[in-house]
Structures are given as C-alpha cells and as structure tokens.
C-alpha cells in the first residue's frame, strides 16, 4: 500500500484489515503509565509469549514428577526433545530436518562450525566478511585467524560502505571475491547486517564464493525469524543463528545450527566432539571412540538444555501456525508504514531524520540517523513509553515485528518522536 495517511484512524483501520493483530493478544507487552509500550526491539530481544510460562512449567512437572526418568517418561522425553524441534525449525529457514539442530549459544556454535569449515593453508587463509559486523562476529573471526597463526590484518577482508553511503555495495563484495580467489578460505557475513539492517543477497554470494573455492556461512542472527530463507537450495555450507530476537525464546534462549547435507557423510572433516554427537544407537556403550551421527547432529556437545528449549518451542509452534509468508508479507507493510511517518516528520522538521536501512532489502530494521541528536533522545523516548535501540553515535534501531507489533504502535511512535524534535 503506497497511499498512507499519518492519523491514528488510519492506523486503527490498517490493524483492522491486518489478519495477524490478534496474535498481538499472545504476547506481554511492557506498560507505560497503563498503557502498552511502543516495543521496536525485536530485534534486540523479542517479547515473552503468554503461553512460554505453561511450556516450561510442563518440564518443572515432568521434573518434579520423573526425576531423572523424566529423560523417558516426560510428556516431552528429555533424551531426543531437541527432535521435537527440528521439523518446524527446518520449516523455518529452508533447510532439510537433517540440516538443523538447536544447541549451545549462538557464537559458541560459530566457533564450532569453524573449526570444521575454515580450514586454512598457507595458499588459502583469509576470511572476508563484512565490515561493522556484530562486535562477537568480529571477535570469533580474528580469534580464528589468530589462532591458526595469521594475522589479522592480513587475512581479515572487511568490506564497507563506500564514503558518504550506508550499505555494502554487492558488487564490491563480488569483486572482493574474485581478488582473492586464490587465498579465499572462508566468507562469513552476517545474513542481515545488524546496525544498517540491510539484507545481503545470499544466494549470489554463496555461488560467488563456491566459484572462487571458498567455503560460505552466515550468521542468521538478525535473519531467522525475520526473512524467507532457503538455506539447503542455496547452498549454503553452514549457519547459525540465535532464538532470542525474533525467535522469541528469551533472553540467552537455545541458538540454531546448519550445515548443508552435502558434509554429512564427509569422515575426513575435523570437529570438537562431544558424546551427544555420538551414533544415538551405540551412544549409552560409552564407547571410547567417537562415531559421529550423519546430520547436523554430530556438532552437539552436550545434552540439551531444556527448559530453554521449552521456551523456545513456544514460539516456534506459533511460527510454524503463521509461517514466514504472512510474516514477510506484514514486514514489508509496517516498514513501509514506518518509511511514511519519518518522511512526514521530516516535512516538519526540515529533513532531521534519514533512513539509512535499504528501500528493499531489508527485513523488520528501519535504522534511522537522527542529525544533531545525541542518546539523550533516545532516554526521552523510553521516557515517553516508547522503546527502541540506540546504536552511537546517533542512530536509531527501530524493529517493527509482524508477530505482534502494530500499525498504531507507528504511528504514536511518529507521534511522540516529532513532539520530542
């Protein structure tokens, strides 16, 4: 819809029309002087489903229950409730169930990928990823190249923003592949870049990189729960992602894993092993040598934790009853609702805000550059019921999520930051 009116009439009309609203009731919103909060952090941390408290009570009764016997005996056996999961999660980034598992944390299981999957030579070393990666990104990746005996210098290649722009020009990362496809190890890029909120065409650049030799992973932190993903007919070699954004699962909640199929029966491949990854059948003969499972699988370390995994699971039974289609679908509409009040605002306020999240490829993100404001903004509109994220030096992350944000929570969110301007 293109012809938008800035009223809350129109807001009201457009939740009215919207088949989604009603999930709105199935989360907690945080109140404001009575009133529900404008939440714009779904991107940061997602809002607690109503049901989540329900889920995990059911293991604390099970536990209270079965004790130990709850590993077979609870309504959700505890030993394979991570399976329980994989159908729905596969559903929901594009991948085979043999493809994803939920474990660990989200960049413990990045580390753990690399240790399989940047495997440098002294012809082939370098990773290239993005420049102003998420700060663990960054982290993870030079810990790797240094702790293989690289430097980081050398064998990181950041790509950035051209002077003067925002987003990372595809054809720069293209031609940042092809210059080094002879020392190219590794790429590893976030699927959407977590400060711009601007989404990289991963499927050009994994068959980018599969041209120059190079293996391809993302993190999916910012991505699942927020884009259509396609992860198997991709070809993407790995990915991980945490549950806690989108995904709803709560703080620190269970993170996710992918590896393409194609790596699953590759015996030569290293990895950190751990007895969960272990062959399920001969598991309990605590064997003394690892026989890794042919899935995803054989990159656990340790049994699941559940109660996580239950707050996860509530979420994800939603996820799964709307699916990503309808969620795409409203993304577009409330960013593009979000796109109309900032130009309104900045008809009144002689252009103070500038969108620097791309008009298409984007996802849930509209990151705005508020020009000579600082964080003190920011705490006005926490002050004023309204709570976004704030990234230095004067950038504003708002996340309208389809699953239970709102077209009126726009506009009063346009409301409330004009009378703060």
């Known amino acids: 819809m293109t012809n938008f009116t800035n009223s809350l009439e129109f807001a009201k009309q457009l939740d009215s029309q919207d088949s989604l609203h009603s999930y709105r009731s199935k989360f907690y919103i945080p109140q404001h002087e009575g009133h529900d909060m404008v939440y714009f952090t779904g991107n940061s941390l997602g809002l607690q489903p109503k049901t989540t408290k329900d889920y995990i009570q059911q293991e604390l009764n099970d536990w209270a229950t079965y004790g130990v016997e709850g590993h077979f005996l609870a309504k959700n056996p505890w030993m394979s409730y991570h399976e329980i999961l994989t159908d729905k999660t596969a559903k929901l980034v594009g991948a085979l169930p043999s493809e994803v598992v939920m474990m660990n944390q989200l960049t413990v299981n990045l580390h753990l990928l ?20 998420f700060p663990s990104d960054q982290y993870a990746l030079q810990s790797q190249v240094k702790f293989h005996g690289f430097s980081i210098d050398d064998a990181l290649i950041e790509i ?22 002879d020392s190219l190890a590794l790429i590893m890029i976030g699927g959407v870049n977590y400060f711009s909120g601007q989404v990289f065409d991963m499927k050009s650049i994994v068959e980018a990189g599969h041209k120059a030799g190079a293996i391809v992973g993302f993190d999916l932190a910012h991505g699942a729960g927020n884009l259509k993903l396609h992860l198997h007919d991709w070809n ?29 029966r590759n015996t030569d491949m290293p990895l950190f092993a751990g007895w969960w990854g272990h062959d399920k059948e001969t598991r309990f003969k605590m064997d003394r040598v690892f026989k890794p499972i042919e899935s995803v699988e054989r990159w656990q370390l340790s049994n699941a934790p559940i109660l996580s995994m239950a707050a996860y699971k509530a979420s994800l039974d939603m996820f799964d009853e709307v699916g990503m289609d309808k969620l795409n679908e409203k993304s577009r509409e409330l960013t593009a609702y979000l796109e109309f009040i900032v130009g309104e ?19 849930c993100q509209i990151s705005i550059v508020a020009h000579g404001q600082g964080k003190a903004l920011y705490n006005k509109l926490i002050e004023n019921g309204v709570i976004p994220d704030w990234r230095e030096p004067n950038v504003i992350r708002c996340a309208p999520v389809p699953m239970y944000n709102s077209f009126e929570d726009i506009y009063r969110f346009g409301e409330i930051l004009n009378q703060l301007l």
């Open 114 to 133: 690399m240790v399989s999957f940047y495997r440098p030579t002294k012809q082939r070393y370098k990773i290239l990823c993005e420049a102003k990666a």
């Open 160 to 181: 950035a923003p051209r002077e003067g722009e925002y987003e990372v020009r595809h054809e720069d990362i293209y031609k940042a592949i092809d210059d080094n496809k």
């Open 236 to 264: 993407v070699d790995f990915a991980a992602w945490c549950s806690y954004k989108y995904l709803n699962g709560g703080p620190g909640c269970v993170a996710g894993a992918f590896v393409h199929e194609q790596h699953h």
């Open 345 to 363: 605002i900045n008809k009144q306020k002689n252009n103070c805000l500038e969108i620097i999240t791309p008009k298409v490829n984007r996802g």
